[in-house]
């Protein structure tokens, strides 16, 4: 870790300047944050900021497909137990982002940041972090992103000899065939509900074998390691045994997984699992996820869902209760990937007996998915529509990423 006494260099001050006054005219401008816009000036300026602003830094990288904004928040909290803590908590996690974020971090003692999957390699190599929890890999924007299997291996080449301590989900096949390049890995037991995307071995190509809840490959003998921390019902089980009970205010089993990563990330900093698993008691709502507002006098709660493996996470948070309505939002914009064909791998039969509303640019694509699967929805042309279609009481909004920003920005969440 460089010096942290040491000042910025005037070319690192003007680049960083220079970024903030891109990001403010953004802002100005009414097109966001500005944190991407303010990066890629401030990186333009100087190529090498990103590494010359978390030199003085204890820094640790998230990567995942899913629940990686949501872990990075969980981990943030539980090391601000120990110092300041800058992180993009917002999800701005490519490198421009990421240099908009560390650019207020001067006086921090901790960096957490989220990084997307594509870029966890060149940001670990700029960053040298202390640590690097990886949560998952499954398929995602199936347009213009890599096979999961070809992320998995450029996750395992660049982590080859690395310093850093990684975190890692044992019940992620993809994700321990990564991680098993690198030197120390805590290995933790955080699940995978999701399995669509790890049948086959992605050391050998043979298939794997998933007796209970572990796997193995019976052609090479690749297999699940021995997890140092698990995930045991509302529990995290710590490397001596201890149980420590898991309080969260966010919904579902897969934020109970994401608090489990993030206690044994936690730990490496030397955080004790009690005083992260308690500061993490604090956390209520994730860049709008989770958020429960009032709109139309009802009362909505926002739930983002991007691919199959976070479509099937959200529908367990939904639950049981088929007379809670719920409405469905589809985009097919930039961000989302244009190809809309992961609708088919998500089981919408576990909605069935819900009243269901469909919005979004692609709402017909979803309707005709619900049609075939048989489940009764309404197509409706915006949200406010869908509430006067719908019984009364509480609904549950569930939408992917553009739809999920536009509703936040019409329902105030």
Same mark, same amino acid.
């Not at 074998?209 to 529990?235: I, K």
């Not at 139309?296 to 959200?314: D, F, M, Q, S």
């Not at 961000?335 to 089981?347: F, K, N, R």
């Given at each position: ?138 398929? @995602? ?9 070809? =992320? ?8 080859? *000899? ?63 390691? #021995?997890?140092?921390?698990? =995930? ?17 205010? =966010? ?18 900093? *030397? ?57 469905? *939002? ?14 088919? @791998?998500?089981?919408? #039969? ?10 979004? @640019?692609?709402?017909? @694509? ?48």
């Amino acid at each position: 870790m460089a010096d942290s006494t040491q000042p910025l260099s005037a070319r690192a001050r003007l680049a960083v300047t220079a970024g903030r006054a891109a990001a403010a005219v953004s802002r100005a401008a009414g097109r966001g944050s500005g944190s991407v816009i303010g990066g890629r000036v401030a990186l333009k300026l100087d190529p090498d900021l990103l590494s010359r602003l978390s030199g003085h830094l204890d820094t640790v990288l998230i990567s995942a497909t899913n629940g990686k904004t949501t872990t990075t928040r969980l981990i943030a909290e539980s090391l601000r137990a120990g110092g300041e803590v800058v992180s993009n908590a917002l999800g701005a996690n490519m490198p421009a982002g990421i240099t908009s974020a560390l650019s207020r971090g001067a006086d921090a003692r901790y960096g957490v940041l989220e990084v997307d999957e594509k870029y966890l390699i060149s940001v670990a190599q700029a960053v040298s972090p202390k640590a690097v929890a990886l949560l998952n890999l499954s398929r @995602d924007q199936l347009d213009r992103a890599a096979e999961t299997r070809m =992320l998995a291996e450029r996750w395992r080449e660049g982590l080859t *000899g690395t310093k850093a301590t990684v975190i890692a989900n044992a019940d992620d096949p993809l994700v321990v065939w990564a991680a098993t390049s690198a030197p120390t890995v805590v290995w933790v037991a955080a699940g995978q509900e999701w399995k669509d995307d790890a049948w086959s071995c992605p050391s050998c190509g043979g298939v794997l074998q998933r007796p209970d809840d572990s796997w193995h490959c019976g052609a090479c003998g690749f297999s699940r390691p #021995t997890p140092t921390w698990v =995930l045991s019902g509302d529990n995290v089980l710590d490397p001596h045994g201890s149980a420590w009970p898991i309080h969260l205010q =966010l919904p579902g089993r897969a934020n109970k997984a994401n608090a489990a990563v993030a206690a044994a990330t936690a730990a490496v900093f *030397g955080v004790p699992p009690g005083v992260a698993l308690q500061r993490m008691q604090s956390v209520t709502a994730v860049a709008g996820r989770y958020g429960v507002v009032t709109y139309e006098g009802r009362e909505v709660r926002l739930l983002l869902a991007k691919n199959p493996a976070g479509w099937l996470e959200t529908f367990s948070i939904v639950g049981g209760d088929t007379s809670v309505p719920v409405v469905l *939002g589809v985009n097919a914009r930039a961000a989302d990937g244009t190809d809309t064909s992961w609708l088919w @791998d998500v089981d919408y #039969t576990r909605l069935a007996g819900h009243p269901i509303a469909v919005i979004g @640019d692609r709402r017909l @694509d979803l309707a005709v998915r619900l049609e075939v699967a048989g489940v009764t929805f309404r197509v409706c042309e915006t949200l406010r529509e869908a509430m006067t279609e719908l019984p009364p009481g509480r609904v549950e909004v569930i939408a992917n990423y553009t739809c999920f920003q536009d509703l936040r920005r019409v329902v105030g969440g």
